[in-house]
């Protein structure tokens, strides 16, 4: 067996300064090891149809049509997806085209080719919408195109002679509704000289139409010198009279009505309909002050200034 040589004091030292180093060499790979390792995010796969969505869209902000968020007056408490905030789009140039359109002004459809155009959310039919967040609607695109300010002429209630006078917009406020309806949109009235509850219900701006389309047209064919349309849309307003939902007996109920019980549940119909409150103060020249509502036709668009 041979003998091995005793190590120097010098190997010695180089012994112990080796077996650190590759016990902190073995520690760094371990720790290397154990920890993990970064995901790396991976890019989606090509997608010919996005790439052309992203290349072709608008960046410069001059022709970007805007938009706002519209809170309506009627919280959508009478429609059946009880909407109650809608993105309607700035007016712009080719809209001035639309609303100084001689036929759809001379049918009447102005309004509503323009609310169909401007009405962004998808789920909006203009013509589903009562008539209160119609208005609110024709009112942000008025003044959010022409300013707050509008020039009106207004006939003083003591002479009725016109004066010509500003109405500032931003002091239409929506009216404060305190009778709110049930589950299911209706509301009741009791008529004081039929002592009979009836419920009703408002009607959309379709609905309002058609009543009149059929007013005028029963005009013409009997020759009246009057129309019907009070008395139609009294009728498609009521839903049930003492809880009796019969659509012959309502009409005919209507058409023997006192003329009080009809101005009580008209009255009570304006009421509660939801929508901006055009009651506006006016000054006279003289300093006269009176409250006149304020008409919004085709007019209101067009500013005279």
């Known amino acids: 067996m041979e003998n091995k040589k005793p190590l120097s004091e010098k190997d010695i030292e180089q012994k112990v ?36 969505k992203n290349l072709t869209k608008e960046t410069d902000e001059d022709l970007i049509i805007d938009f706002e968020l519209l809170d309506l007056p009627s919280e959508g408490k009478f429609y059946e997806n009880k909407i109650n905030q809608i993105k309607v789009e700035y007016m712009t140039s080719i809209d001035e085209d639309v609303i100084t359109t001689p036929s759809l002004i001379e049918n009447g459809t102005v309004l509503d080719v323009l609310l169909k155009r401007k009405i962004k959310t998808k789920s909006i039919n203009p013509e589903d919408l009562i008539s209160g967040d119609r208005d609110a609607i024709i009112l942000f695109l008025r003044s959010s195109s022409y300013g707050h300010t509008y020039h009106v002429n207004v006939p003083d209630p003591r002479t009725g002679k016109s004066f010509a006078t500003e109405v500032d917009l931003t002091k239409l406020n929506y009216k404060k509704i305190e009778k709110q309806p049930d589950e299911n949109g ?120």
């Open 17 to 52: 300064l080796n077996d650190a180093l590759n016990r902190y060499e073995n520690k760094d790979d371990k720790e290397q090891k154990n920890q993990a390792i970064p995901d790396i995010p991976t890019k989606a796969p090509f997608n010919p149809n996005d790439f052309e």
């Open 186 to 305: 209706l509301f009741l009235v009791e008529i004081p000289m039929r002592k009979k509850i009836i419920q009703f219900r408002l009607l959309t701006s379709k609905e309002e139409k058609n009543i009149f389309n059929k007013a005028e047209a029963i005009k013409e064919a009997y020759g009246h010198d009057y129309s019907q349309f009070n008395t139609l849309k009294l009728k498609a307003h009521i839903v049930s009279i003492n809880n009796n939902s019969d659509r012959n007996y309502i009409d005919k109920f209507v058409d023997a009505i006192p003329a009080l019980d009809s101005y009580t549940i008209r009255k009570e119909i304006l009421k509660v309909m939801p929508g901006v409150d055009l009651n506006y103060e006016f000054t006279a020249p003289d300093g006269y002050k009176f409250v006149a509502p304020l008409q919004m036709g085709i007019d209101f668009f067009f500013p005279n200034n």
